[in-house]
């Protein structure tokens, strides 16, 4: 077998993952974690929160709890069976700040802690500010048309 | 140019291994001098936690050869940190002179190699050699950090805490285990470049050396009792079988692989099974010489594999390249 050949047989025999499994898994894991968000935000309603409020208070609930089972060792143990449904929900965003922040702790407040908590997020940030922009200008340019 | 090297009075004096919890839950838990479950081994870092692993482990071996630091010429060690750290750190307590080296899991039988080098050519009279790997600490270091929720793909191996030490002496007549010759790998660079299917690029390096050696040596694979691979898995033993049949090199039946010895694969959830310099060390040092001592195995031949690859090389997109070392062991 030439390189060519031994890349594509290794690749085509590996073991694979179950992806139907992995998707029901991570639907179903993923939409719970949106439904707990929706309990907070009709919670928040019922106690007479106005809206803005609400649309803060359930992502700071939100994070808060993605940060939490983080700390507590669960996160992982669940996002080892749900894979996209708890990576996709904004706990997985706090899970993915979370985690390095606790990693690093021993390389010091600086260039641990602060300097590394961002190495799984920071592109998410940085893309994600940047399609905002790019979105903006579209708005801006041909929004009033639409 | 390929040779083989053939030592003499290369004996095996004694073998020492720890490991941690999830392979004291797995089959060789039984042959493991220590198992510890404290993952930080009292220290503050996994980095430091794998450096007291290794230290330990050594201080464990001279304790069962009555020896102490001063009477072993030469500690050969390595690890799978940034600039082989644990093993400076290892190495402290029990090595009046020390020699890093780097295999990634093809270290312990490289560090083998060049004991046995020391010995037969008569610079050394005892010699260590000491590996480990920390699963926290290869974590940090390739992946991601332990408590971010990503899933393992089904060819990944889980790195093994453990350390392996086996220290080597001059011997002459005496019955006991010895090594008797050994082949340096030749890197391989097959294209691969999933640092989640490392097997598959050290599947290639690992049919290479033993194909090589057995045709330079004229041995056959009937001619011994294991032919004992480190780290491929499932995924790498079964495409490296798959390459020495196409060679006309049958070795289903005499072949077996660390990775695939330590974990129960199916019940520990490991995937395609362990590796890292601590688990073929941790399993020859234990379990091999244990058989090879009470007479189970009297010929095999040891051929660690490594997948040389860096945290920075992986994310370049770059191809792995694999390396395996043999060493043919002996029971006199």
């Given at each position: 077998m030439d390189k060519n050949e031994y890349k594509k047989y290794a690749k085509k025999t590996a073991a694979k993952s179950p992806v139907l499994k992995d998707c029901v898994i991570a639907f179903l894991v993923g939409g719970g974690i949106c439904c707990i968000g929706q309990a907070f935000s009709s919670l928040y309603s019922y106690v007479g929160l106005g809206d803005d409020t609400v649309t803060t208070f359930v992502p700071i609930t939100m994070i808060f709890l993605g940060g939490l089972f983080t700390v507590l060792g669960l996160y992982e143990k669940l996002a080892k069976y749900a894979g996209a449904g708890t990576i996709i929900p904004i706990t997985g965003f706090a899970n993915s700040i979370v985690s390095p922040a606790i990693e690093y702790k021993t390389e010091g407040l600086i260039l641990g802690v602060g300097a590394k908590m961002f190495v799984i997020a920071g592109p998410v940030i940085v893309y994600g500010t940047l399609a905002s922009v790019i979105y903006g200008l579209i708005y801006y340019f041909f929004g009033g048309a639409v | 140019m390929r040779r083989i090297f053939k030592f003499s009075n290369?004996?095996?004096m004694v073998g020492a291994a720890i490991a941690g919890t999830k392979e004291g839950e797995g089959p060789l838990s039984a042959n493991f001098d220590v198992i510890e479950h404290d993952a930080y081994f009292g220290q503050k870092s996994w980095e430091l936690a794998e450096g007291e692993l290794q230290s330990q482990t050594a201080s464990l071996a001279l304790q069962k050869a009555s020896l102490n630091s001063e009477d072993v010429d030469i500690v050969i060690c390595g690890d799978l940190e940034d600039q082989c750290f644990a093993s400076s750190k290892g190495a402290m307590r029990s090595a009046s002179s020390m020699l890093g080296i780097y295999g990634a899991c093809s270290t312990m039988s490289e560090a083998l190699l060049v004991s046995s080098m020391a010995i037969s050519g008569g610079f050394a009279k005892r010699v260590m050699s000491l590996t480990s790997s920390h699963f926290c600490a290869a974590e940090k270091q390739f992946r991601f950090p332990l408590e971010y929720g990503a899933q393992r793909p089904q060819t990944s191996q889980w790195t093994v805490t453990a350390s392996g030490a086996i220290i080597l002496e001059h011997g002459e007549e005496e019955n006991g285990v010895y090594i008797t010759r050994g082949m340096i790998g030749k890197p391989i660079e097959m294209?691969?470049?999933d640092a989640n299917n490392m097997s598959a690029a050290m599947a290639p390096a690992a049919k290479d050396t033993i194909c090589e050696f057995l045709k330079l040596s004229g041995e056959s694979p009937e001619n011994y009792d294991l032919i004992l691979t480190g780290d491929l898995g499932k995924e790498g033993s079964r495409l490296m079988k798959e390459l020495a049949t196409e060679e006309g090199v049958d070795l289903s039946g005499v072949h077996n692989d660390c990775g695939l010895m330590i974990y129960d694969t199916e019940r520990q959830d490991v995937h395609s099974g362990g590796s890292g310099c601590g688990c073929s060390a941790s399993v020859v040092a234990s379990h091999i010489l244990n058989e090879m001592k009470s007479g189970r195995l009297k010929r095999i031949l040891y051929v660690a594999t490594g997948a040389l690859l860096s945290a920075t090389s992986a994310l370049q997109g770059q191809p792995i390249t694999g390396i395996a070392h043999l060493v043919e062991m002996e029971v006199r």
């Open positions: - | 290369v004996k095996v294209g691969i470049t």
